[in-house]
C-alpha cells in the first residue's frame, strides 16, 4: 500500500512538473511571436523599400532582457538586433542596431512601435 500510495505522487508530480513546463514553454513562444510583430510593424513603417523580414535568432541578453536578430528582404546585408529591454516592460519599442546598408533605408525620423500603434488608434475611429 505505501509504495502504491508513492508511486502516485511520484506521478501527480511528473505530471503537474510537465504540465508546469509545457505552459512556460507556450508562453515564450507566445511572447516571441509578439515581439516578431512589433519588430516587423516598426521595419514596415520605417524602412524605405521593406518587402519582408525574417527572423534567425532570439536570445536571452545577460545584461538585461532579449534580443532578437533577423534580416529583411531576403538580404543578410539588411541585417538588425532588436533589443527588449526592462525599461520598455520587455516590449520591442525603438532599440535596435543596424548595418550601414539597412540604416540607408531607414526613414530620417524613424517612429517607434508605440507612436505608429497609437496612430493606427486614432486612424481606426
Given amino acids: 500500500m505505501n509504495k502504491k500510495y508513492l508511486m502516485i505522487v511520484i506521478i501527480i508530480l511528473i505530471l503537474i512538473l510537465g504540465g508546469i513546463f509545457l505552459k512556460m514553454k ?25 518587402k519582408n523580414i525574417s527572423f534567425a535568432n532570439f536570445k536571452e541578453n545577460p545584461m538585461d532582457g532579449y534580443s532578437i536578430s533577423g534580416y529583411i528582404n531576403n538580404d543578410k546585408k539588411l541585417s538588425f538586433t532588436a533589443g527588449i529591454r526592462s525599461v520598455d516592460d520587455f516590449q520591442f519599442d525603438t532599440d535596435i542596431s543596424y548595418t550601414d546598408e539597412l540604416g540607408r533605408k531607414f526613414n530620417k525620423n524613424p517612429k517607434s512601435v508605440s507612436e505608429i500603434k497609437k496612430e493606427q488608434n486614432t486612424s481606426n475611429k
Fill in 26 to 50: 507556450y508562453d515564450e513562444k507566445k511572447y516571441y511571436d509578439e515581439q516578431k510583430e512589433r519588430i516587423t510593424i516598426y521595419m514596415k513603417y520605417n524602412v524605405k523599400g521593406y
